[in-house]
């Protein structure tokens, strides 16, 4: 974790845009393609007349990622940054807006514009009090997932503000994928992070991933 927020810190990126980076090259790695769709939800609360309102405003973002496999994976960060900033600036634009305006092919088997999700759940743990009541939150397992694959990740900090990991999990389609696959892919990405913060000017096809 403090690793990666150094990364990010030395290019000139977040936590999230590093992330995001290494889980396309792994897709790209993993697929044998260059050209890589990830979808996130995004907050919409960045209006401030929205402040009063109740209920959720999320949008949901498509970030696109052109593998190079003979590129530094921090040339590649630099580029997904830009990409990323891009994205960000029109994260007003409605999801079924840019689905719209895009009119990709229809499927009632898969999602529209992506099929792999990254959740990044980078905010603080909310509570709530109330007089003689303890409230607390409970974990449900829905035994779904949103897209074919999504990882989930959330960082945590000290009192102080020091990392203290990242954990997180992947979903997955059960018709797509088993549980091994699936595991698989996780030991992999682990290991492909380890291979980035060692050494991030290692050309992308020669990160290793087995």
């Excluded at 949901?60 to 997904?80: N, S």
């Excluded at 409230?135 to 020091?162: C, N, P």
Aim: charged content about 20%.
């Amino acid at each position: 974790h403090r690793a990666l927020i150094e990364l990010a810190r030395t290019e000139n990126a977040t936590l999230f845009m590093v992330v995001h980076t290494a889980l396309a090259v792994l897709l790209s790695r993993l697929s044998g393609t260059d050209d890589i769709a990830i979808g996130t939800p995004m907050a919409g609360r960045g209006e401030a007349v929205l402040d009063d309102l109740i209920g959720m405003f999320v949008n949901t973002l498509v970030f696109r990622t052109r593998v190079d496999a003979g590129e530094p994976f921090a040339e590649l960060l630099a580029r997904q940054r830009d990409v990323d900033i891009q994205a960000f600036a029109h994260a007003d634009v409605p999801f079924e807006r840019l689905v719209e305006v895009l009119n990709p092919v229809r499927s009632t088997a898969r999602h529209p514009l992506f099929q792999v999700g990254l959740s990044f759940q980078n905010l603080s743990q909310a509570t709530l009090e109330l007089p003689g009541l303890a409230v607390s939150g409970l974990d449900i397992d829905t035994q779904l997932s949103q897209f074919d694959l999504h990882l989930i990740a959330t960082d945590r900090y000290g009192a102080t503000g020091e990392p203290e990991g990242i954990t997180g999990f992947f979903t997955y389609a059960t018709d797509l994928f088993d549980h091994a696959t699936v595991q698989g892919f996780v030991d992999r990405f682990a290991r492909l992070l380890n291979e980035i913060v060692t050494a991030p000017r290692t050309t992308v096809g020669d990160l290793e991933v087995l």
